[in-house]
């Protein structure tokens, strides 16, 4: 069983897919979890699995395209367990929301993901911050993508919010390195869940391949990962075994970035 230096997790856009994979991991690791997003029937389920399966769970309702509730989040967090000490950056828009070429992009698409991907885990790391600075010990991990490295078509915000969060938090971990603070990312390949869902029947039907052999052969591996393969990665980073490791960002793709 890993150690962890604080108790309380903070999880965004936990009702479904790798955020919620992630929470149910780091409940079973013993951690209170507070779970958020916008649904909240997919919240109440999930905080059910959990309860279920003998773990602790409360669900915040909170949409971090809105910058009011965004900077409310840290704070109502903190109310039902206690001082948020691993916060857990997940919520994310997809490009499959609206891909477009960059010539033809839609502006308020592109504010819309850079809020959520990009200006949500700048505004909740800075105010989880104190939490962790006061006990001198914390862990923030993001969920970037393998678009933090390379680039995808008619994907223009999503690339950009997602190399641009993987520059703000290597800046973050530099910052706070010395207070037993860690900041790192995990950076996943192709997850089967609903956003990435959309993509593969947008690019299925782009480049006109029927969606099971355009899924086969997305990564090196075989077909995409499950939001299992990724959760693992965020609790042994969250851990007092991975007290020696910040400013990182781990690819689990299935071996399509290997530089
Ligand atoms: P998902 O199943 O669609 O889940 C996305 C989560 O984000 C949902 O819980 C959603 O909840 C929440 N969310 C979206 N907009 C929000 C908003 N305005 N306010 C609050 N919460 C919001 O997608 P996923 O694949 O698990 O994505 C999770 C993260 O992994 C994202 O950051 C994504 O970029 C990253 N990622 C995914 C893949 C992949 O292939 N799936 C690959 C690389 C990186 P509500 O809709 O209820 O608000």
Not at 217 to 245: C, F, H
Request: proline share 5%.
């Amino acid at each position: 069983m890993r150690t962890f230096g604080g108790s309380v997790a903070l999880v965004t856009g936990a009702g479904r897919g790798i955020g919620r994979a992630t929470a149910k991991q780091l409940a079973a690791a013993g951690l209170r979890v507070v779970l958020t997003a916008r649904s909240v029937d997919e919240l109440t389920g999930a905080v059910a699995e959990i309860r279920d399966a003998g773990g602790q769970a409360a669900a915040i309702e909170c949409d971090l395209a809105n910058r009011r509730q965004t900077l409310g989040l840290i704070a109502a967090a903190a109310e039902p367990f206690g001082p948020i000490d691993i916060l857990v950056n997940n919520a994310g828009v997809g490009s499959s929301g609206d891909p477009k070429p960059l010539a033809d992009f839609n502006d308020s698409f592109w504010d819309l993901t850079i809020e959520v991907n990009l200006t949500a885990p700048y505004l909740l790391s800075k105010q989880a911050l104190p939490h962790m600075r006061s006990r001198r010990w914390g862990r923030i991990i993001t969920i970037a993508s393998i678009n933090s490295r390379i680039p995808a078509l008619h994907a223009g915000a999503y690339v950009a919010s997602k190399h641009g969060v993987l520059g703000f938090m290597r800046t973050l971990a530099m910052e706070h390195a010395a207070e037993g603070i860690t900041v790192n990312c995990v950076c996943p390949g192709p997850v089967k869940t609903r956003m990435n869902d959309l993509r593969v029947q947008y690019d299925a039907q782009r480049l006109g391949r029927d969606i099971a052999t355009h899924e086969q052969g997305m990564t090196p591996v075989g077909g995409r990962l499950a939001p299992e393969d990724i959760a693992p990665m965020v609790e042994y980073l969250a851990s007092d075994d991975a007290r020696m490791i910040t400013g990182q960002a781990y690819d689990i793709d299935g071996g399509i970035c290997m530089a």
